[in-house]
């Protein structure tokens, strides 16, 4: 029993991490537009983030939800290619940008 309720805990730290990602990713983006980083290096930030949050992804693979994060890294991995988002969590801000 014990162990079932730490590998729940571990699933709650996971999704506290991807939206830590996803946070930092809208900061960078936010940055980058206002002109003090590059657009380079707001691509390398980005393609980092979307490795990590992969690797979280796979991570929570593992924990009892492993249905939820397939989905979650099945989500992530389709919106990273068509539209180049970090988390799923990011398509909100890039649709408040085409408002």
Same mark, same amino acid.
């Given at each position: 029993m014990q162990a079932r309720l730490k590998? &729940?805990?571990?699933?709650?730290?996971?999704l506290i991490a991807v939206l830590s990602v996803a946070?930092?990713?809208e900061i960078s983006f936010v940055?980058?537009?206002?002109?003090?980083?590059?657009? %380079?290096q707001a691509v390398?930030?980005?393609?980092?983030?979307i490795l990590l949050? *992969?690797?979280?992804?796979v991570a929570g693979l593992w924990t009892p939800q492993r249905l939820a994060w397939? *989905?979650?890294?099945a989500a992530s991995a389709?919106?990273? &290619?068509?539209?180049? %988002?970090?988390?799923?969590?990011? &398509?909100?801000g890039? %649709? *408040?940008?085409?408002?």
């Open positions: 590998l &729940v805990t571990q699933s709650q730290h996971f946070l930092v990713a940055v980058e537009k206002m002109g003090w980083q590059s657009f %380079a390398l930030i980005a393609r980092a983030l949050n *992969g690797a979280i992804a397939a *989905g979650y890294l389709v919106l990273a &290619v068509l539209i180049g %988002a970090v988390t799923p969590w990011s &398509v909100i890039i %649709a *408040g940008l085409l408002r």
